[in-house]
């Protein structure tokens, strides 16, 4: 199972950054009348101008899932750091950075995005909201698996024979985590599509004509009606993005190494 779900998100995100070269047409060339039909040479039809859907959805992922990817190891990174500091250590300091990611976890995500938007470039607004609403949960996650393992058999035996306690989080803690570590990482990589799509969706994502997976719903909405499969194209390839990686945290949520 763990296998399987590996390999199916290990697919679907490696079709989503080669899309843009599988493509037989120009993504912003105009080929067809305004929402036309599906039909021969065009599976998913045309847009509002006449661009092929198809074509656009092959080139509109690769940029998100980018960006996703990176505002995810940034936060997984940052809250697997602090949460095997705060996990280990008995501190006020540990113990207020606790207090302070528990706090994080209130803020309003998407509106603090909205925010940022204002100031940075879209991609880097995704990834500072991702960092701020995914690494507090992160540390926290992390820490209190830390503080379980903290005396445990395999690091009280570690630190018996002279080994370092940074020593011991790196080489046995940290390993010791990495069912958790993955299937987090996961779950920010989620996150991060999440707030990347809205973000496009508002306005916030590529300049036209550029193509990408939640611009597109809005430019597509107008036509529903008449090529319901310019909304439906971009729509599925998001779901089935960030379902196929959700599944994959979820299967390998309870993978560890025995101790």
């Known amino acids: 199972m763990r296998i399987a779900a590996g390999l199916m998100s290990a697919l679907v995100v490696a079709f989503t950054l080669v899309g843009p070269g599988l493509s037989w047409q120009d993504a912003t060339a105009t080929v067809a009348p305004p929402w036309a039909a599906p039909g021969p040479g065009l599976p998913l039809g045309a847009d509002g101008l006449g661009r092929d859907v198809l074509a656009r959805v092959l ?11 990176v505002a995810a190891s940034a936060a997984c990174v940052l809250g697997v750091a602090g949460g095997l500091w705060t996990g280990w250590s008995r501190g006020a300091a540990a113990r207020a950075a606790a207090r302070v990611a528990d706090l994080m976890l209130g803020l309003p995500l998407l509106l603090l995005c909205v925010v940022a938007v204002v100031a940075l470039p879209g991609p880097a607004a995704v990834i500072a909201g991702t960092v701020l609403g995914g690494a507090p949960l992160t540390l926290r996650t992390v820490a209190d698996a830390t503080a379980g393992a903290r005396h445990a058999g395999y690091v009280e035996a570690a630190l018996a024979r002279g080994e370092t306690p940074a020593w011991v989080l790196a080489h046995e803690v940290l390993p010791a985590h990495a069912g958790l570590v993955g299937a987090d990482f996961g779950q920010r990589v989620v996150l991060a599509l999440h707030l990347a799509a809205a973000l496009n969706v ?3 994502g590529p300049a036209p004509p550029a193509a990408d997976w939640a611009a597109m719903l809005r430019e597509n909405l107008p036509g529903l009606g008449l090529n319901p499969a310019a909304l439906l194209g971009p729509a599925m390839a998001l779901a089935v993005l960030a379902g196929t990686v959700a599944a994959c945290s979820h299967a390998f949520g309870g993978r560890g190494v025995a101790r």
Do not use: E
């Not at 080139?59 to 990817?69: C, E, I, N, P, Q």
């Open 59 to 69: 080139a509109g992922g690769r940029d998100l899932t980018l960006v996703s990817l």
């Open 202 to 204: 508002l306005g916030f």
